[in-house]
């Protein structure tokens, strides 16, 4: 029987879960200016202000070869609000480094792209300072966009007051069309309605623009690829799903499942807790990735998918209304409670799972 060790060590220490968005770029940073490994560090300012007035940035961080034809790239804060743990996750993994305790392989970098969707990280919410929900976004604005009919039939149960006769609402939905169409109707995206939820937008947000930048300027298309998009608020309690969003019989579908084993689930095929879903960000990685290369999410469970979707429509209902800063205040409590609960087994699975997902990734990239 082969034993091994916690991967990067033994020990978990959940302090490294940030209380806000700048103390999260703070210690990410100082972490940053102890590392011993060549580090290049590169800055994206965000449109917008944080709650405290501070200036809202993506920074990014290329650890390692500059010229390695392998790269393992950890995304934190796609969704804002998720950048709790994104945060965490990437300190621990900086901590893992500067101690000696992970080493990167031979020809081998990681790319760390910290905060890519800050306005929505300093104000607890999963959008940007438009309502753009960024994975929603990587679709061809100048051709028309997808439409989401079921979205439409919905949407006005999504502003009602009474949560019950919402909820009831939703029920009647699912009994007619199936759970997957009201998950699919509510969170697959739509593109008409910048007050509501899953909202792709009108034009590139600032995270998909970061991306595109980073991908032209380090050439990543020619290199081989391991994203990991760290991502919280669906499926089990505490468990990290690798959700692959390639086509089932792909090359990027057989590239992660010889990497992350028979745990890798796919929308497409049916086998994930997440739905298919329009413009996601894996798109836009898909389209510049050689044949050796994937992109998942690492998605770490909290609380049932209709508790999501009461969390977030609160959010929306409020941010779409004016004058209520206590209000928002108050609910944004609840939407870091539900993508970051405050529980210190759920954390400690976190760190344990994301340590061995990025472990199997550096490992599957250098192969």
Same mark, same amino acid.
């Given at each position: ?6 991967? *990067? ?15 999260? !770029? ?24 944080? /709650? ?37 996750? &990437?300190?621990?993994?900086? &901590? ?23 306005? =929505? ?62 998950? !699919? ?13 899953? *909202? ?35 499926? /089990? ?20 499942? =010889? ?10 095929? =049916? ?5 298919? !879903? ?12 050689? /044949?050796?290369?994937? *992109? ?30 206590? &209000? ?12 970051? /609960? ?26």
């Amino acid at each position: 029987m082969q034993m091994s060790l916690s991967p *990067y060590g033994t020990e978990i220490d959940t302090s490294v879960f940030p209380p806000s968005y700048a103390a999260a !770029k703070q210690r990410w940073l100082a972490l940053l200016a102890e590392m011993s490994l060549p580090v290049r560090h590169q800055i994206y300012q965000c449109a917008g202000l944080g /709650p405290d007035g501070e200036t809202l940035l993506t920074d990014t961080a290329w650890i390692g070869d500059e010229n390695a034809e392998n790269l393992v790239v950890a995304i934190a804060a796609t969704h804002g609000v998720e950048g709790f743990a994104g945060s965490a996750i &990437q300190i621990d993994l900086l &901590q893992g480094l500067s101690n000696r305790q992970l080493d990167i392989p031979h020809n081998t970098a990681i790319l760390l792209i910290h905060a890519l969707t800050p306005w =929505g990280y300093a104000w607890s919410r999963r959008c940007d300072g438009d309502g753009v929900d960024l994975n929603r976004n990587a679709v061809d604005f100048s051709q028309p966009l997808p439409e989401n009919p079921d979205y439409d039939l919905l949407r006005d149960w999504l502003f009602v007051a009474d949560g019950e006769q919402r909820r009831q609402a939703f029920a009647d939905f699912s009994r007619q069309y199936g759970r997957v169409a009201l998950e !699919k109707a509510i969170s697959g995206g739509q593109y008409r309605d910048p007050s509501g939820p899953f *909202y792709g937008g009108l034009a590139p947000a600032h995270g998909r623009l970061v991306c595109e930048d980073l991908i032209n300027r380090h050439g990543l298309a020619q290199r081989r690829l391991a994203v990991v998009d760290l991502h919280t608020g669906l499926g /089990p309690y505490g468990y990290g799903e690798i959700i692959c969003d390639h086509q089932p019989d792909s090359a990027g579908a057989a590239v992660a499942q =010889g990497w992350y084993g028979d745990s890798v689930t796919l929308p497409l095929a =049916g086998t994930s807790s997440s739905v298919p !879903k329009l413009g996601l960000l894996d798109y836009l990685w898909h389209a510049n990735m050689n /044949p050796q290369s994937c *992109y998942v999410t690492l998605e770490f469970g909290t609380y049932s998918t209709d508790h999501l979707f009461e969390v977030l429509l609160r959010d929306h209902q409020l941010w779409a209304a004016e004058d209520n800063h206590e &209000q928002r205040f108050a609910h944004s409590m609840v939407m870091r409670h539900h993508f970051c /609960p405050n529980d210190n087994a759920w954390q400690e699975m976190v760190l344990f799972r994301a340590r061995q997902v990025l472990s199997q990734a550096l490992r599957g990239v250098s192969s």
